[in-house]
T-cell receptor
Framework: SQQGEEDPQALSIQEGENATMNCSYK?????LQWYRQNSGRGLVHLIL???NEREKHSGRLRVTLDTSKKSSSLLITASRAADTASYFC????WGSGYALNFGKGTSLLVTP | EPEVTQTPSHQVTQMGQEVILRCVPI?????FYWYRQILGQKVEFLVS????????KSEIFDDQFSVERPDGSNFTLKIRSTKLEDSAMYFC?????????????FGEGSRLTVL
């Protein structure tokens, strides 16, 4: 089964800086999503990009998708301490029974 | 804001015991899921459920696991005979499911500790 793999595994930046996380996957996808997880909490949906889209914005988030390279990136601009969390990409494919496959995540630490 | 609720938040059980984890999905959602996350590891898909039957299940979801929607609002995950390696955080999720899973709404999780 396909799986997203994020890099870096961990990222530490200062408030105000931009954070970029990458995700690679192995097989054709229908959609790619990014989720956020605060320590010990449930996952929260951030943004969904369809396979026929190349870029999408939501507030301080910018997601790109390159299906030829089977990769996506999540950019958080002007980061805040409250952005500290783990970020996961998740992919689904047609006929998958709606299963989402998550990557291992990037742990982001934003220091004041 | 509608939300997915899960109970219990934490359950401790002895190996070999049966465990039932409960979830109340968002009321107008059609697709329901269970995922698990072993401490510090990735979120793993267990099962998806639609129209009162399993849509897809992973290799993890073996005969020890079962799901049920007993009353139109609750969605349960049963582990018949727990093993040490079942210790994990179990997340329930639901989605409207129009043309694909779309956005999944997750509960806060049920932490299962098997001793």
């Amino acid at each position: 089964s396909q799986q997203g793999e994020e890099d870096p595994q961990a990222l530490s930046i200062q408030e105000g800086e931009n954070a970029t996380m990458n995700c690679s996957y192995k097989t054709s996808i229908n959609n790619l999503q990014w989720y956020r997880q605060n320590s010990g909490r449930g996952l929260v949906h951030l943004i969904l990009i369809r396979s026929n889209e190349r870029e999408k914005h939501s507030g301080r988030l910018r997601v790109t998708l390159d299906t030829s390279k089977k990769s996506s990136s999540l950019l958080i601009t002007a980061s805040r301490a409250a952005d500290t969390a783990s970020y996961f990409c998740a992919t689904d494919r047609w006929g998958s029974g709606y299963a989402l496959n998550f990557g291992k995540g990037t742990s982001l630490l934003v220091t004041p | 804001e509608p939300e997915v609720t899960q109970t219990p938040s934490h359950q401790v059980t002895q190996m070999g015991q049966e465990v039932i984890l409960r979830c109340v999905p968002i009321s107008n959602h059609l697709y329901f899921y269970w995922y698990r996350q072993i401490l510090g590891q990735k979120v793993e898909f267990l099962v998806s459920f639609y129209n009162n039957e399993i849509s897809e299940k992973s290799e993890i979801f073996d005969d020890q696991f079962s799901v049920e929607r007993p009353d139109g609002s609750n969605f349960t995950l049963k582990i018949r005979s727990t093993k040490l390696e079942d210790s994990a955080m179990y997340f329930c999720a639901s989605s409207a499911g129009q043309g694909g899973p779309g956005e999944l709404f997750f509960g806060e999780g049920s932490r299962l500790t098997v001793l």
